[in-house]
């Protein structure tokens, strides 16, 4: 078993069941018994950890391989949380009682139901890129030994979480049953996130009836369940409408991430989620810097900045804008979000936790205190102005030194671009290169993928006639490069026309 080839940036993944198998039994007690190893070389001599996951079918016996293998290796005591949350398990180790050295939550977010992966925690927070190539070193020598006896622990923490969110939520509005009147729908997409229904907006009052797919559903027959996705957006919006809801929220597998629906099938996602999160933020913490992801629309810049905030644009990876985050506040520049156009957020004052819930928790405060005036939360939205049209490409690199071949694409772009009337490169710019086409009303950014040999194009524009100008342009751009048969510009002929 390649080990390495698990590695999905900060987590691991792979297929967990059927053809090309990579999550067996026997791998997920290798990944136990290196996350055991792992937490003492942190100074936990005998750690205790907490395992959860998602509602996916591989999920429970994966669970139960992975604890064999925290014992094997000296593991003191493991939790069964059951089907939980990511954010919980990373609360489990604040839990003062729990008092965990560790957690896994056992997913593979969005991903197809074959597929399974795991997120670790430590109490400092989630692991990054480099622990996980640690980790996955250490599960490469681990010998697979006999069955241990140790049994899990099982805990229903969820219900200890969901009573941490409801109890915000009260704190916040100063009302015992904030939503009493209100109808409130979920869409949790056949994933962890249906206990939002009964253990957060029932006991606060709201009306919940027309929420969809909150039972757990190992196979996900509703729809992917990404919040990031059109056509599940679309359908919950549509839903949230013909329900006559006053707000509607859809959760991702795990609940690290989350959109908004508002009164009558608005979309609050990507970039206008943002907008509406960074209102929130700065109406408490004024002047303070919002970290986002590198493909935000232009009008989210001036949209925070007009409410006394800064922008700052990093990069794309949701651990990337939440190290940034925290290295501000190390610098002494005050930053209280991170948050990413697919829904992923963390607040300073959340510990800087990728939290959905958290984020849902926050709208919906806001959600109380403007219903109490008759407003919606597009109030909040005035002045932001979304992208009308926008595509994504993403060119497939047919080379063995694929990076070498990304950077130089990059590269010629980039100095093209500075040779064209009419175009300019942002700065400043962490990934890849911007540039602001504003005779077009657009902007394009190019860049290569964190992960796999692909770079990754994305183009918003203001005005439906620009979509094939700019992908005719960015077609030919490739056609001319000397080594163009490397690069698949498939993507970018269905917008040419």
């Known amino acids: ?24 039994n026997d791998v997920a007690f290798a990944i136990g018994a290196a996350f055991a190893l792992f937490l003492k070389s942190k100074g936990f001599s005998s750690p205790k950890v907490s395992i959860g996951r998602d509602p996916r079918l591989t999920g429970a016996e994966l669970s139960v391989h992975l604890a064999k293998g925290l014992y094997s290796q000296g593991a003191s005591l493991v939790y069964d949380f059951g089907i939980c ?16 050295s560790g957690a896994v939550m056992v ?3 969005h991903l197809p139901a074959d597929r399974n992966g795991f997120k670790f925690f430590t109490k400092s927070g989630g692991t990054d890129a480099s622990d996980i190539a640690e980790l996955l070193d250490i599960a490469a020598t681990v010998s697979v030994g006999p069955n241990i006896d140790n049994a899990s622990h099982k805990v229903d923490y969820l219900d200890v979480y969901a009573a941490n969110l409801a109890r915000l939520i009260q704190q916040k509005t100063g ?5 009493k009147g209100f109808k409130i729908i979920v869409d949790a997409g056949g994933g962890s996130g249906g206990f939002f229904v009964d253990k957060v907006l029932k006991t606060l009052g709201a009306n919940t009836s027309g929420s969809v797919f909150i039972e757990p559903d190992g196979t996900f027959s509703g729809h992917v369940p990404n919040p990031e996705d059109l056509n599940a957006l679309s359908e919950f919006a549509e839903i949230v409408k013909a329900e006559k809801a006053d707000l509607g929220i859809i959760f991702d597998t795990d609940v690290d991430r989350a959109a908004i629906i508002d009164k009558g099938g608005g979309i609050i996602g990507r970039s206008k989620l943002i907008a509406l999160m960074s209102s929130i933020i700065l109406a408490d913490y004024p002047n303070t810097t919002i970290v986002t992801d590198s493909v935000t629309s232009i009008s989210l810049k001036s949209f925070i900045e007009d409410r006394g905030g800064v922008h700052c644009r990093y990069m794309r990876g949701y651990n990337n804008v939440i190290k940034k985050a925290i290295s501000l506040n190390e610098e002494g520049i005050d930053s209280q979000m991170a948050i990413e156009t697919s829904g992923h957020c963390a607040l300073k004052e959340n510990r800087f936790l990728d939290d959905g819930a958290y984020l849902a928790v926050r709208v919906l405060a806001r959600f109380a205190s403007l219903a109490k005036e008759g407003k919606s939360l597009s109030s909040d939205l005035a002045g932001y102005e979304d992208p009308r049209y926008e595509f994504e490409a993403r060119i497939d690199i047919a080379s063995e030194d694929f990076k070498k071949a990304g950077a130089g694409v990059i590269k010629a772009f980039s100095s093209l ?13 962490y990934e890849g290169v911007r540039i602001n086409a504003t005779a077009l009303g657009a902007w394009i950014l190019m860049r290569m993928s964190l992960h796999d040999p692909v770079i990754v194009i994305n183009v918003e524009t203001q005005a439906l006639g620009s979509v094939p100008i700019l992908a005719n342009w960015l077609r030919e751009f490739f056609e001319k490069l000397p080594d163009a048969k490397q690069f698949k510009t498939g993507e970018i002929d269905k917008y040419a026309s």
């Open 1 to 24: 078993m390649d080990f390495t080839k698990l590695q999905n940036g900060s987590d691991i993944r792979g297929v967990a069941m059927g053809e090309g198998l990579q999550l067996s």
């Open 85 to 100: 949350t990511t954010p919980a398990m990373f609360e489990s180790t604040q839990d003062s009682e729990l008092d965990c």
């Open 107 to 109: 997913t593979a977010s």
């Open 175 to 179: 009302l015992k049953a904030p939503f």
């Open 417 to 429: 671009a500075e040779n064209t009337n009419g175009w300019e490169i942002e700065e400043p710019n």
